[in-house]
C-alpha cells in the first residue's frame, strides 16, 4: 500500500522559514494530483495548495506569496517552502494524493515567538 510520510515542521519565529516535505513509498505523485492541507486546533481542516500533475500549483490567497512550490529530481517528493510565517500558519500540514484518497500522517508547524 503507498504510504505517505510528512516531513519539515518544527518550532519558528514569526517570519522565519520552513520546507516541508511530502515523501511517497512508491512513485505516485508524478501522475497524482497533490494537495497540501493544514489543520490548526479547534479548526476544520483547510486546503493550502493543490499541484497539478503538470506541477501548476494553486494556493490558497492567505498564503500567496509565502508559500512556493519547488522543481527538484526526486520523483517521489513535493516540498513546500514556507516564508515570512506567521503565528496563524500554526496548523498540522498534511499532504494528499487524490489518487490514492488519503493523507500522511501530518508534521506540525508552530510559530511562535
Known amino acids: 500500500q503507498v504510504q505517505l510520510v510528512e516531513s519539515g515542521g518544527g518550532l519558528v519565529q514569526p517570519g522565519g522559514s520552513l520546507r516541508l516535505s511530502c515523501t511517497a513509498s512508491?512513485?505516485?505523485?508524478?501522475?497524482?494530483?497533490m494537495d497540501w492541507y493544514r489543520q490548526a486546533p479547534g479548526k476544520e481542516r483547510e486546503v493550502v495548495a493543490t499541484i497539478a500533475i503538470g506541477g501548476s500549483t494553486n494556493y490558497v490567497e492567505s498564503v500567496k506569496g509565502r508559500f512556493t512550490n519547488t522543481i527538484n529530481n526526486a520523483k517521489d517528493t513535493v516540498y513546500l517552502p514556507m516564508d515570512s510565517l506567521k503565528p496563524e500558519d500554526t496548523a498540522v500540514y498534511f499532504c494528499s494524493a487524490r489518487l490514492i484518497n488519503g493523507w500522511g500522517k501530518g508534521t506540525l508547524v508552530t510559530v511562535s515567538s
Open positions: 512508491r512513485n505516485i505523485i508524478s501522475i497524482s494530483v
